[in-house]
């Protein structure tokens, strides 16, 4: 499963950003996936999970309110975005969306079998 994500870049404070991740094949319309960034000097974090059916989201204290996880329901490319809205200068990070195969969400990064890339978030006060 190639995970590939998409969407970062420069953002003013207060703004809105979307991300996007997406695989080929149903495998990943079958795996719930989540989202984690990565700040400089620190370790990688959850932000928001979602179960493979779309019907149940996680998020992080930190994120919860402002952004929101969801995914669509195309079975031969799935894609999971990540609305990110009042963003901080706290929100700067690598983001990377992890995916597993199963129905649950963890917040541990360990739990999750594929990665993608990363994208960058920077946000400018």
């Known amino acids: 499963m190639q995970v590939e994500e998409f969407g970062g870049g420069l953002v003013q404070a207060g703004g809105s950003l979307t991300l996007s991740c997406s695989a080929s094949g149903r495998a990943f319309a079958l795996s719930a996936v989540a989202w984690f960034r990565q700040a400089p000097g620190k370790e990688r974090e959850f932000v928001a999970g979602i179960t493979y059916t779309g019907g149940y989201t996680n998020y992080s204290d930190s994120v919860e309110g402002r952004f929101t996880i969801s995914r669509d329901s195309e079975w031969e490319r799935n894609t999971v975005y990540l609305q990110m809205t009042s963003l901080k200068s706290e929100d700067e990070a690598d983001y990377y969306c992890?995916?597993?195969?199963?129905?649950?969400?963890?917040?541990?990064?360990?739990?999750?079998?594929?990665w993608g890339q990363g994208t960058q978030v920077t946000v400018s006060s």
């Open positions: 992890g995916a597993r195969t199963g129905t649950l969400v963890y917040r541990n990064v360990k739990m999750y079998d594929y």
